[in-house]
């Protein structure tokens, strides 16, 4: 057949339709097939997991709990704090409040009450200024009784409402769209003229949190590397009946529950567990100073070190497996001794496995939450505990979110170095 | 005979055993010595004990008994990155990470030479096997013969004196073999390096080496320059395995001198033989003759010569040569090799003819 593109013509089927359009028919057929086939797949995914990502996400920078109030059983929507709004955008950041903006704030509250939503306002001023939700209950019960002056009437109600910090957080919420809980996710926080500016040092967490978990998570990491890359070499090398046999002893814990493993590292680790039992039995260790291993970062390292060593000898193996040992010997042969083999011949051949393990481990380790909170104690928590906390306990999810938010961009970030310096196509995951 | 006392030669293997389970030898009393600039073969089927013998030489496998001597000096002690010996794999073991460049250089490197002296030694080397323009590819987009190549332009580009090559061409294809056999050579004998080579190809071993060692159970069962290996082999194991081969078996009735006996077959017919493994009548024997000096031209054939009844099975047009098979005193698989000349006979399946060989080349064996 000649090259009929060549010529600038199009190339076409016997009987003259174009060659690329007959292509598509012939194949449309299948391709339709294969996509019926991954579709549930795809739904799950995308509603399982892309949307509620992408809603958390969202939840991170819009917090409509001062803008507008939903009703749980109608699901009617009213816009709320309407006045204030208005004052707000009438008087720029530094304006003192004025007899008007109190009686903005009253008008408001009687809105409020009448809603029943004084709580959930309340609530999201009180995630930038503590101790203000009971404010609003307590002012939206009495509000349509104040008389102007309102100025007055309200801060005979509670001095705090003079707060200029409470204007400015008041401020801000008028606006569902916010990214002050990215700033409070990295221990910032505006001052009353708008300026961000660190939070007190005692209140300062996450970006502790942040850092902690990082050089957690890298040792972490290291330290399974250390363990599994001998183990993974010895798999790798013995004759296949011994190694499966040792593969299961790998994947032993695969089978294990998580919350057993972690339960018997407390077992373990304890100062009235069988390690410290052991060395006082032994006598290596006096009854009265017991070692703490548990409930600090110690504990935590150990016992998810231990937890993750598979998703690091699993990549090692495979990629060791297929290593034929004649490499070593030519290069002993060549005239390499053993140690120059191993660092120029053999390592290099497994790096795209501890590329892999590594980011593995340290992706798990990151994110990691039921090893740390419960061994952790208080000083093994990481960041996803924090996470947690913030979802479970204090509620505040746009926090929460925001600290996710974080996390994964730190990832993300991370793998983006990975695959400039090493390069994505590199990694060999089995 | 397998030499017995090596004392004087390049490589010497003295009484060298071998055994992996403390149960079987691998390697029963081998007794070798190649001179300095041999093209020696080990040539035998897997299993055989070559690949052992090529192990311990290169020094991944230790001798469990007997001495290895290299340049007069014994090299059991010695680890494999100080012997000095260079060696093509069966699967090239070029490093994957390493373009071909780096890998010449790694040899050099790791003997500390300085980067001019290795660039131009890499340049040599590649011109040597005719790759110089491949230097920055990677292993992986070379075809299996370019990459047998550069294996082999590493193994001598530091220059050592002994080369150790593990069925080299092993996964290349027939005709790219053949070419690559040449070359092989050519260079062994242009650089003159002493080279082991394993293999259980018996053409590639008649047509490269100078000497082939066959292996058989551990022990090499002959070593000879290749013409006489398949002209002259010592026992039925050699004689099967070199070359195409026909067997008849037999007891031997009468002894003529040393150069002739009288063999009678299983089905009461004599023939002549040259008796090589037989010494007095009643001994049991396999006769071992070439299909190619058959002969059934009566006029060609001594006075006096047996001859047998052969009915011809089946003719087999082969281009260059005609190959009959015969059913020859019971024997169904006896062939016979004819050259496609112009008056050459071209038999029917069906005839029944008279064959007969010149004594010389019918040789009494072990049974």
Redesign the interface.
Known sequence: MTDASANGQLLTTADGKPLKRALAKAQAHAKRRAFFLVLPLLAFILITFVMPIGQMLHKSFYNEGFTVNEDIGSGVRTPIMTNLKTWFDANPLGTEPDEAAYAALAADLVVLKDLRAAGQAGTRINYEKSGSRSMFTKAARGAEKLKPPFKEAIIKLDKDWADPELWRVMRDATSAYTANFYLAAIDRTKDVNGNIVNVEEARQVYVKLFWRTLKLSIMITLMTFILAYPIAHLLATLPLRYSNLLMILVLLPFWTSLLVRTTSWMILLQSQGVVNDALVGMGLLGDENRLQMMYNQMGTMVAMTHILLPFMVLPLYSVMRPI?P??V??????????W??FR??YF??T?PGIGAGALLVFILAVGYYITPALVGGADGQLISNLIAFHMQKSLNWSLAAALAAILLGCVMVLYWLYDRLIGIDNLKLG | MPDTTPKDGFVIFDRVQKSYDGETLVVKDLNLSMPKGEFLTMLGPSGSGKTTCLMMLAGFETATHGEILLDGKPINNIPPHKRGIGMVFQNYALFPHMTVAENLSFPLEVRGMGKSEREEKIKRALDMVQMGAFGNRRPAQLSGGQQQRIALARALVFQPELVLMDEPLGALDKQLREHMQFEITRLAHELGITTVYVTHDQTEALTMSDRVAVFDDGRIQQLAPPDVLYEEPQNSFVAQFIGENNTLEGTVVEMKGTDRCVVKLTDGELIDAKPVNVSKPGEKTRVSIRPERVEFNKDRLQPGAHTLKAEVLEFIYMGDIFRTRLRVAGNDDFVVKTRNAPDQVRLTPGQQIQIGWLPGDCRALDA
Request: without cysteine; glycine residues 4%.
């Open positions: 034929n004649s490499y010997r030519a290069a002993r042969s060549l005239g390499a001794t053993s120059t083999a120029r011949i290099p051949q790096a």
